[in-house]
């Protein structure tokens, strides 16, 4: 399983779905899962990775939460949550979301599969594993475990 989180770096809530999609991976059985952290820095890139809003999550290259078509760029993302609208889906949505990832709630509405995030000069991939602390793993990419949740700012 592939597990992506796009967002920009003025985004004031991509730390929240890191932490939830780190719980709801070892809440699915999948404490050893990488998380992508894939960091957009300009519109035009947001578009050509049809990022709906930061954060955005993918698994398996699919928005597993239905977004408008066509409304992409460095904008603000809300998700409808049981609580209310907010900057990030709940720890339960995401362990829906991964235990089917293959039919997501957005596919489910008819929604196409999110372009492949290709990373260039213009966004940052950095991999977190669900499950070991914070270390570094090469030029621009750093690990983290969902057991300790905490990594570089």
């Not at 992409?72 to 609208?85: H, L």
Request: positive net charge.
């Amino acid at each position: 399983m592939d597990v992506e989180l796009l967002y920009f770096a003025g985004c004031p809530n991509w730390r929240v779905p890191r932490d939830r999609l780190a719980r709801a991976l070892r809440a699915a059985g999948h404490a050893d899962q990488w998380i992508a952290l894939v960091a957009v820095d300009t519109d035009e890139r947001a578009r050509e990775l049809r990022l709906p809003g930061s954060p955005a999550i993918r698994v398996d290259g699919r928005d597993p939460f239905p977004a408008p078509e066509g409304a992409y760029g460095m904008t603000c993302r809300i998700y409808p949550a049981p609580d209310g609208p907010g900057g990030a889906p709940s720890v339960d949505q995401l362990v829906r979301a991964l235990s089917e990832p293959s039919r997501t709630a957005g596919e489910a509405l008819g929604a196409p599969p999110a372009a492949p995030s290709a990373h260039g000069a213009a966004a940052r991939r950095v991999s977190l594993r669900a499950a070991a602390v914070w270390g570094v793993e090469g030029p621009g990419r750093a690990l983290c475990r969902a057991r300790s949740g905490r990594g570089p700012r």
